[in-house]
């Protein structure tokens, strides 16, 4: 089965399967936020960092080490 | 003019000399507050004798006997913060936040909380359960958030100093929208004990908004517990990036913002520079999933099947969708994190200060928080977090100073983003900046702040 014909399967079957319950409102700002959100994170998940060597411990208040 | 409408460096001096008697100038707060308040709900609780109290404690400290307002989001001794909602995922309690300690310390006089946007979850400060902050340069409008009660509260000079906190942008948006300073210090700079997420953020910091940026210097050093003194800005080395943050914005705000830039060149005897900076976009992604992931503790689904009725509906659904956000973006966001520090480590050995608009228009409707850009409409929140997250993700400190008044009487910000521990250098930028236009926007008053002015006269009320 092709990946695309279960997207619109995702909230539904995701909040059931957490166990929450969502409204008819809630639905449509759940569904709206996904529309906006989800293909930018696609796009982020889609993104070669593997060259990023990961900071160990960062100290946000300062620059990163060398 | 009255001792409430000077600069709170002013008030201080003024007490200090005993020119000013603190506890009238306190009176005249609550007064004003519950004169002016009505048409902008910018402040939520007064606590007169709690006021009183602190004020006979004070210590002669550099904000001895000044009233301040503190937002909605750090516990006081005698109030828990309520986060702008009507429930809280964590845990809250009354206590001495450290906010509180720093004000107290510092002789300080809270006399009241500040509005928020529910949950902290918006640029423009339109839902709340105490009801909507509004903008008082036209209370029609987004007062911004989610500082929104802060901003709007000195905006009317109810006060002339304020506590917010920022993390995504909560200082700088409500600082441009009603035309004041922001600081959004260096992460781990500013006093954050008391905060129900201090123990897991890593993008939230307290801050001060004020009129101009000397007042912010002043509040900051009592939030950092040290003095961000004065060093100068001459030479200063501007970095504009040509992206979508600095691009896809409104042409009064873009006029304003690139006529500042260049008064602050001119200022401080400096140069601009044109430099490239990839990955503001996905960082902004990256911010967003950071914050939200570290605001998930206590977010099981028994929970969430059960939140309080008068929680918003936006708050309702975006508190669940967040449950289903995927771990691996979680962890693709901290290898951006990464990667977006180092390239501004790399920036900041070319130029001193990074600047673009802080908000790409200004306040929109509180009905409709839309704003109308040359890529087409979008919801504030979408466009404005484009220029604020950066900040939040690496830890650097931000400010937002006004530069501008549009066609329809709204402020402009815009906001210079420096290398972490330099907050003093964009204070000192800030300052240089008011030199170069003879502070003539941080001394623009919303209608309802000019003296004699009634709730009345201001638009839309």
């Known amino acids: ?66 | 003019m009255k001792a409430l409408d000077l600069p709170l460096r002013e008030q201080a001096a003024a007490i200090a000399s005993g020119e000013v008697n603190p506890a009238e100038l306190l009176d005249a707060a609550l007064a004003r507050i519950e004169k002016r308040n009505p048409a902008i709900n910018a402040v939520v609780e007064t606590f007169p004798e709690r006021s009183r109290e602190m004020l006979e404690a004070a210590p002669a400290g550099p904000l001895r006997g000044v009233p301040i307002v503190v937002k909605d989001e750090w516990p006081l001794p005698w109030r828990a913060q309520r986060f702008g909602a009507a429930e809280l995922l964590a845990p809250t309690a009354p206590g001495e936040s450290g906010p509180y300690r720093a004000l107290r310390d510092a002789g300080a006089t809270i006399v009241g909380v500040g509005n928020m946007h529910e949950l902290g979850s918006s640029s423009t400060g339109n839902a709340s359960v105490y009801g909507p902050a509004r903008n008082p340069w036209d209370s029609e409008r987004c007062p911004g958030g989610s500082s929104s009660g802060p901003a709007a509260a000195v905006a009317a000079r109810l006060v002339a100093g304020a506590v917010g906190a920022d993390g995504l942008g909560s200082i700088r948006f409500p600082a441009a929208y009603c035309g004041l300073t922001g600081l959004k210090p260096t992460f781990g700079r500013s006093a954050m004990a008391g905060h129900h997420m201090a123990a897991v953020t890593t993008m939230i910091v307290s801050g001060p908004l004020c009129p101009d940026a000397a007042d912010c210097r002043l509040l900051g050093s009592a939030l950092f517990g040290e003095e961000l003194a004065p060093g100068g800005s001459a030479g200063l080395r501007i970095g504009v990036v040509r992206d979508t943050v600095s691009e896809d914005v409104s042409p009064e705000v873009r006029e304003a913002c690139e006529a500042a830039v260049e008064a602050l060149r001119a200022e401080t005897g400096g140069e601009i520079r044109e430099v490239s900076l990839d990955g503001v976009e996905p960082a902004t992604l990256a911010a967003i999933l950071a914050i939200n992931s570290e605001s998930l503790g206590g977010a099981t689904p028994e929970r969430l099947n059960h939140l309080h009725p008068e929680i918003g509906p936006i708050n309702r659904g975006f508190l669940k969708y967040r449950m289903l956000l995927p771990a691996a973006a979680t962890v693709q966001s901290g290898r951006i994190r990464t990667l977006m520090r180092r390239r501004l480590a790399a920036l900041f050995g070319e130029v001193d200060a990074i600047a673009w608009p802080t908000v790409p228009a200004v306040a929109p409707p509180l009905e409709a928080p839309l704003v109308e850009l040359p890529s087409g409409t979008l919801t504030a929140d979408q466009a404005n977090v484009r220029g604020g997250a950066l900040a939040n993700l690496t830890g650097i400190p931000a400010i937002s100073v006004p530069v501008g008044i549009s066609s329809d009487g709204m402020p402009i910000g815009l906001q210079l983003q420096a290398a972490w521990g330099r907050d003093e250098l964009l204070l000192d930028a800030a300052e240089a900046l008011e030199r170069a236009n003879e502070r003539r926007w941080v001394e623009s008053l919303a209608p309802l702040a000019r003296a004699g002015s009634d709730p009345a006269e201001v638009p839309g009320a």
């Open chain 1, 1 to 66: 089965m092709e990946a695309t014909d279960r997207r619109e399967d995702f909230i539904p079957a995701g909040l059931a399967s957490l166990g929450i319950e969502a409204d008819e409102v809630e639905l449509a700002v759940i569904n709206a936020a996904h529309q906006m959100f989800w293909p930018a994170i696609r796009d982020l998940l889609s993104l070669d960092t593997s060259a990023v060597e990961p900071e160990r411990s960062p100290d946000l208040s300062k620059a990163p080490q060398p």
